[in-house]
Structure formats: structure tokens, C-alpha cells
């Protein structure tokens, strides 16, 4: 089955201990992206990546960090979690190509106190 | 950059026809994506026009017009479970970028 894969889906942590939410695809796609929801502005993406060892800055990459090593894999990295980073995070795939749908994953919903 | 604008909610009744309007702002885009989300849960494909017109997909149609810089999703003959929020996508050579998207209700 197609799918993207997120753990974990739910996090509590406290303010300044690092955090990896990890996330994989198995259906060999280059475009891999995290978006964070908050209610009210929609989908904001943080950071992408077009390809192995290619990433770049979305619209709001403060205080978060990835990586792309593996073309499946695409771990969303929090050095020093602050409570305004409490939201519902998004990983998601797609192929290179016009009009190639998107995947996202089940969602990671992290709690910073 | 890009932004996109949709309304933020909209009612409707169950059985009727609702159109979910989309204008944006960008430079050279391949096309313009609709994606769906229940509460609770990831954002869906729902349809994508890469040409201006309109895309029918059964209950759900897609139009574009590149000239104006406006696209909306028409649902028809709505139904209890199209209570979700729906958001426009502009398809770029990276991941979609969204607009904040719109919240349907649908009423009895």
C-alpha cells in the first residue's frame, strides 16, 4: 500500500528537549515536505526537499531542521522545542512532475510545555 | 512569492450545489490543486486543473481561469460526510504551497 508514515503521531515534551519526528514514504517519490497547521493559517510548509541531500527553507524553517539521506526518509528535527512550536505537523510526498498528487502522513500532533 | 486567498467558512445545505472560490497570486505555476480534510485527519487529492476549464470528477468539478488568476471547487448534491475543510494548492516545481483554506458546513 501507498502510503507516508509518521511516529510519533502524538508527543508532549517540555521546552528545550530535542525532538525527531521521523517520516518515510515507499512509493520512491523526490519531493518530500513538512507543513505545520495551526488553526486559522492553513498549511505552512517548513522545509522541503526536491531530492536526496537537496533541501531547502519553506515559509516558516525557524527552530526546525531536516535532513534527507535516503530518498524515503525525512526526519523533521526540533534542537530546542519552545511551547510556540505546539501544532499539528505534516509530512508529505510527492513525484517529480505537473500535476503528481500529493501524500501527506497521518499527522504528529506535539504539545511543548 | 505566492499567496492564495479562499473564504474562511461557508454553509450550505445537504442536497444543494456550493462553490468554494479560489484567487491567488503567483508567478508561473503548473496548475491549481484542491485537496479535502476532515477533522482529525491528513488533507486528501481531491482534483487538479492544469488547463484553464473545468475538471469534473462525479460530484466534485474543478475550474480554472489563468487570465483571472481564479480557480473554485463546485460540489454537488452535498452530502452530510463533505463537512471538511478544503484547501487550494498552487502546483510549482516543489511541494504545494496552500492557501488557509475554507470550512465547509454542511446543515440539514
Known amino acids: 500500500e501507498a502510503q507516508v508514515t509518521q511516529n510519533p503521531r502524538y508527543l508532549i515534551t517540555v521546552t528545550g528537549k530535542k525532538l525527531t519526528v521521523t517520516c518515510s514514504q515507499n512509493?520512491?517519490?523526490?519531493?518530500m515536505s513538512w507543513y505545520r497547521q495551526d488553526p486559522g493559517l492553513g498549511l505552512r510548509q517548513i522545509y522541503y526537499s526536491m531530492n536526496v541531500e537537496v533541501t531547502d527553507k519553506g515559509d516558516v524553517p525557524e527552530g526546525y531542521k531536516v535532513s534527507r539521506k535516503e530518498k524515503r526518509n525525512f526526519p523533521l528535527i526540533l534542537e530546542s522545542p519552545s511551547p510556540n512550536q505546539t501544532s499539528l505537523y505534516f509530512c508529505a510526498s510527492r513525484s517529480r512532475g505537473r500535476g503528481e498528487t500529493q501524500y501527506f502522513g497521518p499527522g504528529t500532533r506535539l504539545l511543548v510545555l | 512569492g505566492q499567496s492564495l486567498e479562499q473564504p474562511s467558512e461557508v454553509t450550505a445545505v445537504e442536497g444543494a450545489i456550493v462553490q468554494i472560490n479560489c484567487t491567488y497570486q503567483t508567478s508561473g505555476f503548473y496548475g491549481l490543486s484542491w485537496y479535502q480534510q476532515h477533522d482529525g485527519g491528513a488533507p486528501t487529492f481531491l482534483s487538479y486543473?492544469?488547463?484553464?476549464g473545468l475538471e469534473e470528477t462525479g460530484r466534485f468539478s474543478s475550474f480554472l481561469s489563468r487570465s483571472d488568476s481564479y480557480g473554485y471547487l463546485l460540489l454537488q448534491e452535498l452530502q452530510m460526510k463533505d463537512s471538511a475543510s478544503y484547501f487550494c494548492a498552487v502546483s510549482l516545481n516543489t511541494p504545494l504551497v496552500f492557501g488557509k483554506g475554507t470550512r465547509l458546513s454542511v446543515i440539514a
Open positions: 512509493m520512491n517519490h523526490e519531493y
Open positions: 486543473n492544469a488547463l484553464d
